[in-house]
């Protein structure tokens, strides 16, 4: 490839490199592709699932973000000009993984309270300790973290804790869990997530869902957003026989209001004009 970041805009050498590679796919387990730490991987991942010719020979396995737990802190906590992005914060928020480097340098304090802090402003990325970058690949690598259905083995507590709790988070990026019972209608729901994101693309780094339609049988849908580009379909397992109808939502980004998120998706269900 060509010298640059590849994630500085989308760039048809990452295509054209991609492309060439699948002649030898036999050749080789994975591709890594290694961004810059002030890069915004959301152009490779609009990259690769939007082209027809990568979609067909590539998915994405996890985006893993390498973090220095000795300054950290100062660069989560750093001020940019307004309108511009605080990188660091931008990279956990998108996170599958998170590398917590440097461990040693840092005490038993230090560490646990940064491990708090990365939950909150993305409760759903592993964080793995690391010293000298010495990574387990085995957590790491060929796990598929990155996919639709991952909403679907979250913690049920995460939401409840959401739910009980009236504070306000004072993290700029922070992750946001939604979920209530009932069907959706469809199309509601289709015009509340295009306005959102026409509206809030920009400071929604990841979103996800599990949702119940009206009128969809047993089947039960699942979707994952990267900004504006959201992949959404059926999930492999349906409703079974009994099981409640919860729809869950996630959103991880800046200045994300909770009660304005869940009113807005709620004025989706479906409504029995016979009630």
């Given amino acids: 490839m060509d010298n640059g970041c590849v994630c500085c805009s989308v760039r048809g050498d990452l295509v054209r ?50 973090a220095d737990a000795k300054h950290l802190g100062i660069h989560l906590d750093e001020k940019k000009p307004e309108g511009s992005v605080n990188e660091a914060l931008q990279q956990v928020a998108f996170a599958d993984k998170i590398l ?27 964080v793995i300790e690391t010293e000298r970058s010495r990574a387990p690949l085995e957590q790491i690598l060929g796990l ?47 015009m509340f997530m295009m306005d959102l994101l026409k509206e809030r693309a920009a ?15 047993d089947t039960k849908f699942v979707f994952q957003g990267v900004h504006e580009q959201i992949n959404f379909g059926p999930a492999k397992e349906p409703w079974t026989a009994g099981e409640e109808r919860v729809n869950k939502f996630v959103f991880i980004g800046k200045g994300l209001n909770r009660e304005e998120l869940t009113k807005g998706l709620m004025e989706c269900l479906y409504k029995d004009d016979k009630a």
């Avoid at 461990?103 to 990325?125: G, P, S």
């Avoid at 979103?207 to 119940?212: A, E, I, N, W």
């Fill in 144 to 190: 598929n973290s990155f996919n639709m259905e991952s909403i679907l083995s979250y913690d049920p507590d995460f939401f409840e804790s959401q739910e009980e709790s009236g504070k306000h988070n004072l993290e700029l990026v922070q992750s946001v869990g939604i979920r209530f019972t009932g069907d959706l209608h469809s199309q509601w729901f289709n």
């Fill in 17 to 66: 490199t991609l492309g060439q590679l699948t002649k030898r796919r036999k050749d080789f387990d994975a591709i890594l592709l290694e961004t810059t730490g002030l890069a915004d991987p959301a152009p490779v991942v609009y990259t690769i699932q939007t082209n027809a010719k990568m979609s067909e020979n590539y998915f994405i396995d996890s985006i893993v973000c390498l």
């Fill in 100 to 126: 917590l480097n440097k461990v040693d340098l840092v005490t038993a304090e230090q560490k646990e309270a940064l491990k708090a802090r990365l939950k909150t402003i993305n409760k759903f990325a592993t």
């Fill in 203 to 217: 400071d929604i780094y990841r979103s996800k869902g599990l949702l119940s339609f009206h009128g969809q049988g």
